[in-house]
């Protein structure tokens, strides 16, 4: 672990290139307990994930994780089986299935004209300057409580409740992965403090959800589901927190480590042997960064996704293009994602004009050093309402 610390990278960065001098395929010892397997190569990835799914498909959580995800049983945190599969069949045939999904059109264009309208205010009291994000989190979870609590849903109080929740989630797990990876951090204040505030953000997700849950759900959201199905009070609150960890994290910050599996059983990767509940961590980042694959990774150059492309249409780029994961344990809410993301950008294009905060100064996007993609300066832009 100091290894990968001391050269200040992000985590996924640091591992990439550390797989360029070791191989895709590497054991990393995160702290003296417990060794994990690194795979950062498209093929290697892809038999991960698709080809020995099964077998791969359990997950592997730091210990402090149990108190937002009532245990290990939310849909990302327990292993495939039974529940896991209720769970995710739920959210996918129901509260994200193409009927509700539909429902949600007129709605989401008038959470993006709200939007909009939200940052040319900010724009006008700030110099024209905005930071985009934070509207785009807000419009977000607007639509995943309507997806989790019913069409009618509208509490901008819970909006902002559950915007400081996630986002308190996101710092402490860091800070739950240091406590699994090196024990002894359990005596740092910093650390004892972050477990403190675990448990009382448990508290406060547990009001806030299940004051919603005090009334009957309408029919198709994810509530009605979850309560139809009898799941312990716990279940169906966190199984609801974790939609909007999950929804919301991927607005911002993308995960470039996916999250980690863990074998189900005894198995083979390329050969070599995998032993049962071994951790399996797939880098995304250094398949979407290969050289070998894409023309200047590093570069902003949107029509390499274009379907003509010769990058994109060839297999090897098909495989090394995996945002969403693939196979068993993929993005349950991809079909969500896919439509919130470029609907919320193509408005964003539409309505106003963009361009750097300062004059010539071009945003800084170096990255946060966390298990997320997160930019270390949230981005600032100047806005001009197109046709003015
Ligand atoms: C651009 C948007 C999104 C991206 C790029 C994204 C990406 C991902 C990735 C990489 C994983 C891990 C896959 C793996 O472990 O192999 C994941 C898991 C998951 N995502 Fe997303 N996600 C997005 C949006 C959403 C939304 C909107 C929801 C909810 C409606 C959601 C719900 C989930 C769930 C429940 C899982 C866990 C699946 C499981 O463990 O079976 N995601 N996502």
Redesign the pocket.
Known sequence: MHQILKGGYPFHVALNKLAQVHGPLMTVWLGPRQPTIIVSDHGLVWKV?VSKSPDYAA?EFPTLAKLVTADFRT??SSNAGPH?HSL?RG?QNGA?GPLCISVQAPLQESDMAQMINNMIKEANLNGGVVKPFHHIRRATIKL?AR?CFGSDFSDEEFDATMDVMVEETLKYSDNARMLDTFSPARFLPSVKRAIKQMEKLKLRVEECIGHHLASPPPPNCYAHFLLSQSFPREVTIFSIF??FV??L??TGS??PL??P?KATRDTTLDGLHVAEGATVM?N?YALHYDPKVWDEPDQFKPERFMESSKEFLGKRGQYSFL????????????E???L??PFAVSNLVNAVHWSNAVEGEEPNLSEDFTFILAMKTPLEARIVPRGI
């Open positions: 994930l997950r849909i990302v896991w995710r959210l994200i995943l997806l974790k939609v999950l929804g994290d991927s993308i995960a996916a999250v599996h797939v995304l945002p969403f994961g693939a196979g068993m344990r993929a993005c349950a809410g991809l969500v994602g896919k919130q993301l």
